[in-house]
């Protein structure tokens, strides 16, 4: 009897344990899907290491930009204009800012020196070049050079179009017109060879021309071209006068004279006898 009451007890209590051990297990399950641990954060010494902080490779060309946003206003006119006097063509603000670096919408002073510029043509959205003679080709060159007949100033076509130089040196070829400098400012001045005019010069006045003796001095012929109101090239009175002044300030320098040994120098060498062999002489 009291065996059996300890079988029971013991039933009981095992029981209780597998009870016990369910609910347990039943909890540890519902709690594993509420929490899920973060992984183990890396340790300092495992990290890898940050990206090197990298410039733009732009860096050159912003500090340009930027010097030259900072340059006087003279300088960023002279950028457009070259630029307006290479292509040739019209741009827009936007453009020129893209082609040359020079904000013109953000600077006042280089929009409004721009806009009355004398080289530059603003038609309210765009600028473009503005020569002072608007010619496109050869033929309104000779046809403007004809239209002076005392001559225009080649300086003053040199911007007319790109290739207007290479024209005046083909119509100078080509007889029709002449390329003259002029004394006074050194300028090439092209005047006009009009073939509808030709001027036929009698044997009798080339022979008279020819025959005419000119001075042997320079400085007549030089005072002879004063009084027909025309200015030498030369002025040999100025330059002979700065030859003789020339002349006269380098005279040879007078040679010094020679020293010789007396019974007054001090010897300092006397172990060197040969030295001294005048003053034995002067002795005897």
């Not at 290479?86 to 936007?94: D, F, I, Q, V």
């Not at 003679?133 to 005392?150: A, G, I, M, N």
């Not at 225009?152 to 003259?180: C, F, N, R, S």
């Not at 002349?247 to 010789?260: I, L, N, R, T």
Request: positive net charge; proline residues 6%; charged residues 30%.
């Amino acid at each position: 009897m009291a065996l059996q009451e300890k079988l029971d007890r013991f039933k009981k209590q095992q029981e209780k344990c597998q009870s016990t051990l369910t609910s347990i297990a039943a909890s540890n399950k519902v709690t594993s899907h509420k929490f899920t641990p973060a992984p183990a954060a890396p340790s300092v010494s495992a990290r890898a290491p940050a990206p090197a902080v990298k410039f733009s490779n732009d860096t050159e060309r912003l500090q340009h930009i930027n010097s030259i946003r900072k340059a006087p206003v003279g300088a960023q006119i002279k950028r457009v204009i070259d630029l307006l006097l290479e292509t040739r063509l019209a741009y827009t603000p936007e453009q020129i800012n893209d082609a040359v670096y020079v904000d013109i919408n953000s600077n006042k002073a280089v929009f409004d020196s721009l806009r009355n510029n004398l080289k530059v043509h603003y038609d309210g959205k765009r600028f473009s070049y503005k020569s002072k003679h608007d010619l496109k080709d050869k033929s309104q060159l000779l046809y403007l050079v004809r239209k002076f007949p005392e001559g225009i100033a080649v300086i003053d076509l040199k911007d007319a179009y790109p290739t207007v130089m290479e024209d005046l040196q083909a119509l100078k070829g080509a007889g029709q017109i002449w390329l003259l400098s002029n004394f006074d400012s050194q300028e090439d001045i092209a005047y006009p060879n009009d073939p509808r005019v030709p001027i036929k010069v009698d044997d009798d006045l080339k022979l008279l021309f020819r025959g005419i003796e000119l001075p042997r001095d320079m400085i007549d012929i030089e005072r002879d071209l004063q009084k027909n109101g025309m200015k030498p090239a030369t002025n040999t009175a100025q330059r002979r006068a700065r030859s003789e002044v020339q002349g006269m300030s380098s005279k040879p320098k007078p040679k010094k004279k020679k020293h010789e040994i007396t019974k007054r120098t001090k010897l300092t060498n006397a172990h060197l006898p040969e030295l001294f062999r005048n003053l034995t002489d002067n002795k005897s």
